[in-house]
């Protein structure tokens, strides 16, 4: 399959001790320069910090820990399916990132847990400055033995000549899973504006004991922009999406199957791979609503088949 070939690359990734090692100190030196770049007074910039912590209690899973600084925060969880499964509604009231703005969000689940992460709308990574400082946000999701996460943001809109980054990292102990969304907007499709100008990385890498399973990278920028337009890239779609989830313990045919039979009269690309030990969807369409529709679709059959949940879609996608 030659789908975003060229702009998303999979990559299974077998480390050896000291390369562990080595991974896990430069990951630990880069989290410390964030936090001391977050620390330098900017004017014009945000700097905003997040850490949630989910835990299984006598009550059900509860929020027991939450510290932010800055322009981002939670309130309290919902439950709409019991007590077992909060849901939770990042809020960051800028709406958006500019120039030298800087979002870490970082979210532990520990034994047993389970929570459900989502936004009430779109992100927004706005036109640079002329100082082209980067637009950051890094996601870290660390899951206990026997936890799970479900991370399913709304879409990112990347306007022109944006200058933006965006790094996920997952880590997972023995038994614990993970389903992950990530929606992009290249441009400004509704009032006819590409991405002509600006870059964006986007790089997702999910570890399993420090060992490294899965990672999946995209990069437009003037090198490689010709990927916008390429057969063997977007194709002239504007809008893509990645969606992730395992690990699984055997391959899923049964559910590649019917996840397949849903899509056999799509006329926009979209496929279904299984990666390793994880189901891999990637998409393009002229509109990002129809990626996340078509995403939610894969989600009905994936959460019960991974994590033995019915479907229950948080409240906030109908209103």
């Known amino acids: 399959m030659n789908l975003l070939q060229q702009a998303l690359l999979t990559d299974q990734v077998e480390l050896n001790a000291p390369e562990r090692q080595a991974n896990k100190q430069s990951d630990n030196k880069e989290l410390g320069s964030r936090r001391l770049e977050n620390k330098e007074p900017d004017s014009q910039a945000w700097h905003a910090n997040l850490m949630l912590r989910f835990a299984q209690t006598q009550r059900g899973v509860r929020?027991?820990?939450?510290?932010?600084?800055?322009?981002?925060?939670?309130?309290?969880?919902?439950?709409?399916?019991g007590v077992e499964a909060p849901h939770v509604y990042l809020l960051h009231p800028p709406g958006g990132l500019v120039s030298g703005d800087c979002l870490s969000?970082?979210?532990?689940?520990?034994?047993?847990?389970?929570?459900?992460?989502?936004?009430?709308?779109?992100?927004?990574?706005?036109k640079s400055r002329p100082d082209q400082r980067?637009?950051?946000q890094q996601v870290t999701l660390n899951l206990a033995s026997a936890s799970s996460i479900e991370w399913l943001p709304m879409e990112a809109i990347?306007?022109?000549d944006a200058n933006a980054s965006a790094s996920n990292c997952i880590h997972l102990e023995e038994n614990a899973h993970v389903i992950f969304w990530d929606v992009l907007s290249l441009g400004l499709p509704a009032n006819q504006k590409t991405f002509d100008q600006g870059s964006i990385s986007q790089n997702i890498k999910i570890y399993r004991k420090q060992r490294l399973l899965l990672q999946e990278r995209m990069q437009v920028n003037d090198v490689n922009r010709n990927i916008l337009e390429s057969a063997a890239g977007f194709a002239g779609y504007q809008n893509q999406g990645v969606l992730i989830a395992g690990p699984f313990t055997t391959e899923p045919e049964e559910l590649l199957h019917h996840l397949r039979e849903q899509f056999t009269d799509c006329d926009e690309p979209l496929g279904i791979t299984y990666v390793g030990e994880f189901l891999v969807i990637r998409a393009l369409s002229k509109?990002?609503?129809l990626i996340r529709q078509r995403f939610v679709c894969c989600w009905s059959y994936i959460r019960p088949a991974l994590l033995?949940?019915?479907?229950?879609?948080?409240r906030i996608w109908n209103t």
């Open 63 to 81: 929020l027991v820990e939450k510290q932010h600084q800055g322009p981002l925060y939670v309130q309290k969880p919902f439950y709409p399916e």
């Open 105 to 126: 969000i970082d979210i532990n689940v520990e034994h047993q847990a389970h929570a459900l992460i989502t936004t009430p709308g779109a992100g927004r990574l706005y």
């Open 134 to 136: 980067l637009q950051r």
């Open 158 to 160: 990347v306007f022109p």
């Open 287 to 289: 509109r990002s609503d």
């Open 308 to 314: 033995n949940r019915p479907i229950c879609e948080p």
